[in-house]
């Protein structure tokens, strides 16, 4: 059975950092998995980070398409799921499927509904689909993911961030969605960021399973237009992504093999 991953959280904390390194060392430790990753992100940049080029996206489809819209009928659903192939990037490792900017002034509604459609679709060709979700909690609110195995809620080191991912714990209970885990990671960890934060955590009511320390390697990536894909494995925050992915039991530790 497909096992669906999710990564939410504010803007800036991270979520495309953590999701290029997880997918980078489930790539390199299992072999023959397959992964679809998803960017469904409005502020999409899990492309470049994983340095891949796509040329189109499911918005862009159903902008070319928009005037079939008005006709919510089977035939024109299955049109759209057929023509959606074209949005699926394959490489040798993983397969990639981007969201692309809203239609409308801010809204998600129809091509969060085909998207939906769309996985539901094609999930039978993967061990696991993983989402980068956007800051907000559209994509759980409106059944976007059909379920959600483990769920990782991302904060920075700062008590407005752990704020956020407690409110997202709460809609998340709130809305009763189908989440089986649920963790918190904290990113841009220096010394003694997690004692200071630490009454702050425990009131998320969230597992605390891990940090990302602060890590020079990821800014000069960024700054030479380098994708996090390609960081060394000795970059702090690869072994501490790997580390969080083996508590999470994504990955089979040494030992047990």
């Known amino acids: 059975m497909t096992k669906y991953i999710a990564v939410s ?22 072999t023959g998995v397959s992964i679809l990753a998803v960017d469904a992100d409005p502020n999409a940049n899990l492309d470049e980070a994983l340095g891949l080029t796509i040329s189109t996206t499911i ?12 006709l919510a009928d089977s035939t024109t659903t299955s049109y759209f799921l057929q ?11 993983f397969d990639f499927l981007a969201m692309g900017d809203p239609q409308g002034p801010g809204c998600y509604c129809y091509p969060n509904n085909i998207l939906r459609m769309y996985l539901e679709t094609i999930e039978k060709n993967y061990d696991f689909v993983i989402v980068d979700s956007e800051a ?3 994509h759980i609110s409106r059944l976007t993911i059909p379920h959600i195995d483990i769920m990782f809620v991302i904060s920075d080191s700062t008590t407005r961030g752990i704020r956020s991912a407690k409110r997202v714990h709460e809609l998340i209970r709130g809305l009763q969605a189908e989440v089986m885990q649920i963790y918190l990671i904290v990113t841009k960890t220096e010394a003694n960021s997690l004692e200071a934060l630490a009454d702050e955590i425990t009131q998320t009511g969230l597992q ?12 000069q990536q960024d700054m030479i237009g380098k994708p996090l894909f390609d960081l060394p494995d000795e970059a702090i925050s690869v072994q501490a992504v790997d580390k969080i992915i083996r508590q999470a039991n994504l990955i089979i530790s040494r030992t047990e093999r």
Do not use: A, C, Y
Request: a positive charge; proline letters at 3%.
């Open 9 to 30: 959280g504010k803007g800036g904390v991270g979520k495309t950092t953590f999701i290029t390194l997880m997918l980078r060392q489930m790539l390199h430790e299992k």
């Open 59 to 70: 918005s862009d489809v159903l902008e070319e398409n928009k005037n079939m819209r008005t």
């Open 83 to 93: 023509n959606l192939q074209k949005t699926l990037l394959k490489t040798p490792k």
């Open 136 to 138: 907000g909690m559209e």
């Open 208 to 219: 605390l399973i891990g940090d990302i320390p602060l890590d020079e390697l990821i800014f």
